[in-house]
């Protein structure tokens, strides 16, 4: 799935379709702090939902953090191979 999703990332990335929030991430004038700050948004969304002990909530929220990630791994111009090598390497 996070090939899938990543893929698809990818793509907006490269076509711009218009109305898509995704190429809508990738615009020079939001830039890479508009990422920066989803990201932490939705970490901090990721804690409350896990300290309200909200399963589907957490499920949500978690899942929205992982696209962002997803997003500011594409900008870096990183792909999701090299996530799964770093987390290989964990093993």
Not at 3 to 10: P, S, T
Not at 11 to 36: C, I, M, W
Not at 58 to 70: C, F, G, M, P, T
Request: net charge negative.
């Amino acid at each position: 799935m996070l090939d899938e999703l990543f893929a698809v990332i990818e793509q907006r990335k490269a076509q711009q379709p218009t109305g898509s929030y995704t190429a809508s991430l990738f615009d020079h004038e939001k830039g890479e702090n508009a990422v920066l700050e989803k990201i932490g948004e939705e970490a901090t969304e990721v804690i409350l939902a896990g300290k309200d002990d909200a399963p589907d909530d957490l499920a949500a929220e978690s899942a929205d953090l992982i696209y962002h990630l997803l997003v500011l791994l594409s900008m870096k111009e990183l792909d999701v191979e090299t996530l799964y090598a770093e987390l290989e390497s964990r093993r």
